[in-house]
C-alpha cells in the first residue's frame, strides 16, 4: 500500500481497511529504516502515524499549511509526500533531513527542529492570509504536550486568541509530560462531555499517564502533577478558552476516523481551536513500547562508557555527594545530558523544567541567590534560546551558576540547527563568564570541579562535543590544582599551535606533520577559554605564527580574542595571527569530522594554513 502513495492526494479514495494497511506499513518502514541506519527518531513518529494520515486527508497541503513542532515528528509526514525512495539517505550529508526542510518540498514550511514554535508561527502565517485575501487556505499546527512546557508556545496561545484568526492547532499528547488544563467548554462540548465517547477516552486518558514508566521519585513527582493536571483538564477554569481559543476533545489519536471528524470539525470552525489528542509514544513497536526513558524517542544510546557526557554524569555524581548545596537542572532532557543517575540518588535536588531554557536559566539564578549551587545542563544550541538570561538574570547579578554545554561545536546529523557554534561567541561577551574547554574526557572532573570552587561571584561553563574523546595519553590531565591555568603539550619555537577543545588533537597532528617538514612547532591546549592564561599569551607572543583552531564561529569567538590579546603584547614585531574557526553560515547536516574537514578545521587544513603564511611571506621557517 505504502508503495502507491506518492502524494497526500492518493489517500483521498482509501477505505478504512486500507488505511490501517497503510498505517501498519507506515510503522513498519519506518521501524526498518530507522534500525538500519542507526539514528533518527523513532518513537515520536510512530505515535504520529494517524494524526499524520488524518491531517492530509481533511486538508490540501501545500495549500493549506501544516506545520510541524518539534520536526522529529514528521518522518511521516515525509514519507506521504513524495520522499519515500530517499528515506534511506535520511541524516545523510546530502540527504533527507531529520526535520521538515524548506529546500526538500513544498510540503515543508519551516525547519523547525526547536520546540514551542509552532503556534507563534500559525499566527503569523494566519494573519497574513487573512491580510493578503487567501481566506480558502487554513493554517494547521501539530505540537506535543512536552513542546507546550516552553513559555513561547503560550505567547503564541495567547497572542492567537487575541486576534481570532482562524488556525487549527492539533496537540498530540502522549502523557510523557505535563499535560495542559484545557477549556471550560461550549455547550455542544459538555454534552460530548456527558456522553460515553467522552467517558471511553477520559478513562483512557488517565490509563495512559497511569501507564507512565517511573524512574525513582524523580519522575514520580512528574507523574504526580500530570494527574493533577489531567484532573483540572476537566474543572473550570477553562484555559484555553480563556485565552480566546476554542478547546475540542480529547480523541484517541490513534483512533483515524475520529480524529478525521474533530478536524473537519474543526475546519467549519472561523476561529483558532485546540484539537486535543491522545497517542502512545513508540505504537506498534515492542522495544519503544517497552522503553521505560523515552520510548525510543530516538536511536542510541545517550551516555557512552568513555564520552564527554558519561564523564560528566560522574563527575557531577560525585561532586553531589560532596557538596549538599548543588543542585542540578536540565530542560526536558534529564538522560541525555546524563542526570537520571543522580536524579536517582538525588531526587529533591534535580530538576527537569521541560522545554524551558529561559526559566531554566532564570530558575538557577535564583537558586544561587538562596544558596545553592545550580549547575545547568542543555545542549549547547538550546542555552543560546536562554541567553539573554544568561547574560541579564545571571552574569549582571554575580551569580554562581554553572552552565554545561553537551553537543557543542560541529555535531553533525542533526542539521544546522543542532550545531552547537555560537556559545563561546556569546557566552565570552557575559561579563566575568569563564569558560572551560575540555580535550578529553579526563578533564570534566577536574573543570565542574574547578567551576565549583574558583567561580564564585559570577557564572561558569563547561563545553564539549558530541564526539568521543580522543585516547589520553598524558598523566597530568585531569590531575588537581589545574584551575584556570592552559597546558603546554609541545614545546617548539617557530609556530604556535593554539587548540581549543576538541581542537587540540587536530593541532597535534598538525603539529606532527610540521615537524616531519623540519618546523619547530608549540601546542597550546588553552583548557580556559576565557579568561586566556597570560602564561600562554607571553608564550605564543614569542614566535612568528600563531594558529589558532576552534570549533565554533570565528568571528568574535576565541581566536579572535588571542589575536587581539597578541596585538596589546606585542603591538610592533609581533607575531602573525591566524584564526580557524567556523564560518558564519548555516552548515547542512553531515558526519562532524568530514564537516571539520571541509572548514579547514583538521590537521591538514592547519598545515594548509601554515605552509601558505610560509609561501606568501617567502620565509623559510
Known amino acids: 500500500m505504502l508503495d502507491t502513495i506518492s502524494s497526500p492526494a492518493d489517500l483521498a479514495e482509501l477505505d478504512e481497511s486500507q488505511l490501517r494497511q497503510l498505517a501498519g506499513e507506515i510503522r513498519e518502514f519506518i521501524v526498518d529504516t530507522v534500525n538500519a541506519r542507526g539514528s533518527g527518531h523513532l518513537g515520536s513518529n510512530l505515535g504520529a502515524v494517524e494524526i499524520t494520515l488524518a491531517v492530509h486527508r481533511v486538508f490540501r497541503s501545500p495549500h493549506d499549511i501544516v506545520l510541524w513542532d518539534t520536526g522529529h515528528q514528521a518522518?511521516?509526514?515525509?514519507l506521504l509526500t513524495g520522499r519515500r525512495r530517499d528515506f534511506d539517505t535520511l541524516r545523510e550529508e546530502g540527504g533527507l533531513s531529520g526535520y521538515p526542510s524548506r529546500l526538500e518540498s513544498d510540503h515543508d514550511w519551516v525547519e523547525n527542529s526547536h520546540a514551542s514554535t509552532a503556534v507563534s508561527y500559525a499566527h503569523g502565517l494566519s494573519t497574513a492570509l487573512h491580510l493578503r485575501g487567501e481566506d480558502d487556505r487554513e493554517v494547521v499546527a501539530v505540537i506535543g504536550d512536552g513542546a507546550l512546557t516552553g513559555g513561547m508556545a503560550y505567547e503564541g496561545l495567547n497572542n492567537l486568541g487575541h486576534s481570532g484568526r482562524k488556525a487549527i492547532i492539533i496537540l498530540n499528547d502522549n502523557g510523557r509530560s505535563y499535560a495542559p488544563t484545557a477549556s471550560r467548554l461550549s455547550e455542544s462540548l459538555s454534552r460530548f462531555r456527558a456522553s460515553s465517547t467522552y467517558l471511553r477516552n477520559r478513562a483512557r486518558m488517565e490509563k495512559l499517564i497511569q501507564e507512565v514508566p517511573l524512574v525513582g521519585g524523580y519522575l514520580e513527582r512528574g507523574v504526580d502533577g500530570a494527574k493533577a493536571a489531567i484532573r483540572e483538564m476537566f474543572e473550570p477554569p477553562a484555559f484555553f478558552e480563556q485565552l480566546g481559543v476554542h478547546y475540542l476533545g480529547p480523541y484517541d489519536g490513534h483512533d483515524l476516523a475520529a480524529v478525521e471528524t474533530a478536524l473537519r470539525a474543526a475546519k467549519d470552525l472561523d476561529e483558532p481551536v485546540v484539537v486535543?489528542?491522545?497517542?502512545?509514544?513508540?505504537?506498534?513497536?515492542?522495544?519503544?513500547?517497552?522503553?521505560?526513558?523515552?520510548?525510543?524517542?530516538?536511536?542510541?544510546?545517550?551516555?557512552?562508557?568513555?564520552?564527554?557526557?558519561?564523564?560528566?554524569?560522574?563527575?557531577?555524581?560525585?561532586?553531589?555527594?560532596?557538596?549538599?548545596?548543588?543542585?542540578?537542572?536540565?530542560?526536558?532532557?534529564?538522560?541525555?545530558?546524563?542526570?537520571?543517575?543522580?536524579?536517582?540518588?538525588?531526587?529533591d535536588r534535580v530538576f527537569d523544567v521541560g522545554i524551558a531554557e529561559q526559566h531554566?536559566?532564570?530558575?538557577?539564578?535564583?537558586?544561587?541567590?538562596?544558596?545553592?549551587?545550580?549547575?545547568?545542563?542543555?545542549?549547547?544550541?538550546?542555552?543560546?534560546?536562554?541567553?539573554?538570561?544568561?547574560?541579564?538574570?545571571?552574569?549582571?547579578?554575580?551569580?554562581?551558576?554553572?552552565f554545561v554545554l553537551d553537543r557543542a561545536g560541529i555535531t553533525g546529523d542533526d542539521g544546522p540547527s543542532h550545531h552547537g557554534v555560537l556559545d563561546m561567541v556569546l557566552l565570552s561577551k557575559v561579563p566575568d563568564m569563564t569558560i572551560f574547554a575540555p580535550s578529553c574526557e579526563a578533564e570534566i572532573?577536574?573543570?565542574?570541579?574547578?567551576?565549583?570552587?574558583?567561580?564564585?561571584?559570577?557564572?561558569?561553563?563547561?563545553?564539549?562535543?558530541?564526539?568521543?574523546?580522543?585516547?589520553?595519553?598524558?598523566?597530568?590531565?585531569?590531575?588537581?590544582?589545574?584551575?584556570?591555568?592552559?597546558?603546554?603539550?609541545?614545546?617548539?619555537?617557530?609556530?604556535?599551535?593554539?587548540?581549543?577543545?576538541?581542537?587540540?588533537?587536530?593541532?597535534?597532528?598538525?603539529?606532527?606533520?610540521?615537524?616531519?617538514?623540519?618546523?619547530?612547532?608549540?601546542?597550546?591546549?588553552?583548557?580556559?577559554?576565557?579568561?586566556?592564561?597570560?602564561?600562554?599569551?607571553?608564550?605564543a607572543a614569542s614566535h612568528r605564527l600563531v594558529i589558532t583552531v576552534e570549533d565554533g564561529l570565528r568571528d568574535g569567538g576565541v581566536g579572535a580574542a588571542i589575536a587581539d590579546s597578541l596585538s596589546k603584547l606585542a603591538p610592533v614585531g609581533g607575531p602573525q595571527v591566524r584564526v580557524l574557526g567556523v564560518p558564519s553560515v548555516f552548515l547542512a547536516q553531515g558526519k562532524p569530522d568530514a564537516i571539520l574537514a571541509r572548514l579547514g578545521l583538521d590537521a591538514?587544513?592547519?598545515?594548509?594554513?601554515?605552509?601558505?603564511?610560509?609561501r606568501s611571506s617567502d620565509r623559510t621557517l
Open 75 to 78: 518522518y511521516v509526514h515525509k
Open 276 to 347: 486535543h489528542v491522545l497517542t502512545k509514544k513508540g505504537l506498534g513497536y515492542g522495544p519503544a513500547e517497552e522503553d521505560e526513558i523515552k520510548h525510543m524517542h530516538d536511536v542510541g544510546p545517550a551516555r557512552k562508557d568513555g564520552s564527554y557526557t558519561a564523564a560528566f554524569s560522574d563527575a557531577l555524581l560525585a561532586e553531589a555527594e560532596a557538596r549538599p548545596e548543588l543542585v542540578a537542572i536540565t530542560a526536558a532532557m534529564p538522560d541525555s545530558t546524563g542526570l537520571l543517575p543522580v536524579a536517582a540518588r538525588f531526587p
Open 360 to 402: 531554566a536559566v532564570t530558575a538557577a539564578a535564583g537558586m544561587a541567590m538562596g544558596g545553592l549551587r545550580p549547575v545547568v545542563a542543555v545542549y549547547s544550541t538550546f542555552l543560546t534560546r536562554a541567553i539573554d538570561q544568561v547574560n541579564l538574570d545571571v552574569g549582571l547579578h554575580g551569580q554562581p551558576v554553572v
Open 445 to 539: 572532573a577536574q573543570m565542574l570541579h574547578d567551576a565549583l570552587d574558583h567561580c564564585t561571584t559570577g557564572p561558569a561553563a563547561i563545553r564539549f562535543p558530541k564526539t568521543m574523546p580522543p585516547p589520553i595519553d598524558d598523566p597530568e590531565l585531569g590531575v588537581a590544582g589545574s584551575g584556570l591555568r592552559a597546558r603546554r603539550v609541545r614545546a617548539g619555537r617557530e609556530i604556535c599551535l593554539i587548540g581549543v577543545g576538541k581542537m587540540l588533537a587536530a593541532a597535534r597532528d598538525a603539529a606532527d606533520k610540521l615537524a616531519a617538514d623540519g618546523h619547530e612547532v608549540t601546542v597550546w591546549d588553552p583548557r580556559v577559554v576565557k579568561p586566556l592564561d597570560p602564561e600562554m599569551l607571553a608564550d
Open 604 to 614: 591538514d587544513g592547519i598545515v594548509d594554513e601554515a605552509t601558505a603564511w610560509v
